[in-house]
T-cell receptor, first 110, second 116 residues
């Protein structure tokens, strides 16, 4: 079992719709969770961090965390073509390093 | 967010030469920096964790004698790819941990290395 698992996609969503990205993790001791966006040929850019169970909203982005289910998600409302990218779920592990998922490719179709 | 820079942004070198990549935290002190490698269409692969003033911790399968890491100050870590070969061609990205009450990492823009 991978430490952080994501569906590789591609996930295709029409412009203006909600994109839902999911991630599960194996380390129950993890306390910090992150979503990064990576455009092709560029380095990852931090979008959201979440530390407590529940929802955290920032503009069009909402991160959701459920530690009991070891599940993290990212919702993107009013999806725009510029949101097309690979989204990386990352978990700060009890081994004091961030573990990244393999990423989900998101494509927003006009 | 915090700013991390890398230099150079891209480099082309001949096989057998060594290449040094610098990673700097511009507006904060980073006690811990991380070095990643990413091949096309693949995910980030952590190579090593760089701690200021101590030896780097390498991930399994990463040759410490080939990828030399130095973290001499709280704002600078360097990665030297020694005796580079074409298979070392990749996108090298560093990140810096902000620390304090957060484990947030901010990434540099990356260095694209091509070994001929």
């Amino acid at each position: 079992q991978k430490e952080v698992e994501q569906n590789s996609g591609p996930l295709s969503v029409p412009e203006g719709a909600i994109a839902s990205l999911n991630c599960t993790y194996s380390d129950r001791g993890s306390q910090s969770f992150f979503w990064y966006r990576q455009y092709s040929g560029k380095s990852p850019e931090l979008i959201m961090s979440i530390y407590s169970n529940g929802d955290k909203e920032d503009g069009r982005f909402t991160a959701q965390l459920n530690k009991a289910s070891q599940y993290v998600s990212l919702l993107i409302r009013d999806s725009q073509p510029s949101d097309s990218a690979t989204y990386l779920c990352a978990v700060w592990s009890s081994a004091s390093k961030i573990i990244f998922g393999s990423g989900t490719r998101l494509s927003i179709r006009p | 967010g915090a700013v991390v820079s890398q230099h150079p942004s891209w480099v082309i070198c001949k096989s057998g030469t060594s290449v040094k990549i610098e990673c700097r935290s511009l507006d904060f002190q980073a006690t811990t920096m991380f070095w990643y490698r990413q091949f096309p269409k693949q995910s980030l692969m952590l190579m090593a964790t760089s701690n200021e003033g101590s030896k780097a911790t390498y991930e399994q399968g990463v040759e410490k004698d080939k990828f030399l890491i130095n973290h001499a100050s709280l704002t600078l870590s360097t990665l030297t790819v020694t005796s580079a070969h074409p298979e070392d061609s990749s996108f090298y990205i560093c990140s810096a941990r902000v620390g304090g009450n957060t484990d947030t990492q901010y990434f540099g823009p990356g260095t694209r290395l091509t070994v001929l």
